[in-house]
């Protein structure tokens, strides 16, 4: 989203990432029988039935209620469908709503929205200004497709989703690191009219120089490491993830398995041979450190992450994507769940960063090294239970890895430079994967 937009153009925008998202939340579900969408896959993720009243109830309250002024159409459920107040692990066990009545209360406070969206002034209230709050919606709806694409991926049965594989990598060698400069850049964003608070505010930063991959670690790269014994050497592992990695009995990325020594992996219900061009996928930020380690490198920060996709080093300004200003397109990334796969690592050239890196938008979320922090000058806004209540207190240890970069299943309109992901160092079951960096050499 731009700010350069008539206010009609904009009307249009927001209605289109509306329903783009309810289109991909209706492929999510309706492909599946009431008693899959009632089940828990799996402790970790929600009944897609919970995804899908919750959808509609935080469009409701923030667009209905909030910019619209209107009374509740059913506060009853509203503690249901509250994140914080009922973990995933108990959700199954709660009244829900049944899949029907689900549907029925989200469809029916879609159409409200649109009708809203056709009077409302989108300027004045900061929830107003460049239509922020109905970019927050769309956003929402998204990230929880993105959720339940992984709870898709986490049930057993027969395969429901289907999409068609990536194009092949254009042929050619690439070098294996890209050179950043030392300097300052500009990170985070004031400008950017959907950003969260967490990518506020604009400010500098000034890195010593390093290098970077210049594509993500394939699963080819990832084996030899498996194949090297890296799984059984305590070295190559943090403390901490030596200790999970033993209570876990982990051996490999998730959904991976060795049969008659071949590695196998299962995708949304197919076993398939594992990828070797593919970024690795299914792995811990323990197991990309211990990776990292082994490589005789490291994890990079998520500050060198985002000077390696956003400085533009002829202009010094930091771009909203790694190829410009423009939205991404099908040329750029692999974003959207038009696959269902990342593509092989090299592709999407259009998609460069100015210093050569690929591949920093799409395909697979990139742990880094950083701890889930805010930045300088920091505003909770709209609601400090977005980020604040995920950073670590003064004095305590931080529980949350940054991730950067969107997967394949993430929507465009939730992913730019400077979006910021986290999660538990322990999670695999998302789509994650790794690049490495190291510091250079000083004379």
């Not at 395969?159 to 300097?183: D, F, K, Q, R």
Request: proline share 10%; hydrophobic share 40%; aromatic share 10%.
């Amino acid at each position: 989203m731009t700010t350069e937009l008539t206010d009609e153009q904009l009307r249009e925008a927001i209605a289109t990432e509306l329903l783009a998202a309810r289109d991909r939340t209706s492929g999510l579900t309706d492909c599946l029988d009431d008693a899959e969408l009632a089940a828990q896959h799996s402790r970790l993720m929600s009944p897609l039935v919970w995804d899908l009243a919750h959808i509609g109830n935080q469009e409701e309250l923030w667009l209905l209620r909030n910019v619209g002024g209107r009374e509740p159409m059913h506060p009853e459920i509203d503690p249901l469908y509250d994140a914080f107040e009922h973990p995933r692990a108990e959700r199954p066990t709660l009244p829900l709503l049944p899949p029907a009545e689900a549907r029925g209360y989200a469809h029916e406070v879609r159409g409200r929205v649109l009708d809203l969206l056709a009077g409302v002034e989108l300027a004045g209230p900061p929830l107003l200004q460049a239509g922020f709050a109905f970019g927050l919606i769309a956003q929402h709806e998204q990230q929880h497709d993105e959720t339940m694409l992984i709870t898709h991926q986490l049930r057993s049965g027969a395969a429901v989703l289907c999409a068609p594989a990536p194009e092949p990598a254009p042929i050619g060698l690439l070098p294996s690191e890209v050179i950043i400069p030392a300097g300052p850049f500009t990170m985070g964003t004031d400008t950017e009219p959907w950003a969260l608070d967490n990518e506020r505010p604009a400010h500098q930063v000034d890195l010593p120089g390093f290098a970077i991959d210049t594509t993500p670690v394939s699963n080819a790269d990832y084996q030899r490491f498996i194949e090297d014994g890296g799984y059984q050497e305590p070295r190559w592992w943090s403390p901490q993830g030596w200790a999970h990695r033993t209570t876990a009995k982990l051996t490999a990325p998730l959904f991976w398995s060795r049969t008659d020594g071949q590695w196998l992996r299962r995708r949304f219900g197919h076993l398939e041979p594992v990828p070797a061009a593919e970024p690795v996928l299914h792995v811990t930020w323990y197991e990309a450190d211990a990776y990292a380690r082994w490589a005789g490198r490291r994890l990079p920060s998520e500050a060198e992450w985002e000077k390696a996709a956003r400085h533009d080093p002829a202009t010094g300004r930091s771009r909203r994507f790694p190829w410009g200003d423009t939205p991404p397109g099908p040329q750029h990334a692999n974003l959207g769940q038009r696959h269902l796969q990342p593509a092989p690592v090299g592709s999407y050239p259009q998609g460069a960063s100015p210093y050569g890196v690929r591949q920093l938008i799409g395909d697979v979320w990139e742990w880094t090294a950083s701890d889930f922090a805010p930045y300088p000058g920091f505003r909770a806004w709209p609601y400090r239970e977005y980020s604040q209540v995920f950073f670590a207190a003064p004095g305590e240890r931080a529980e949350y890895k940054v991730l950067r970069g969107g997967s394949f299943a993430v929507a465009p309109v939730a992913c730019r430079g400077t979006f910021r992901n986290w999660d538990y160092p322990i999670r695999r079951q998302i789509f994650a994967g790794f690049r490495t960096a190291r510091d250079l050499d000083v004379a």
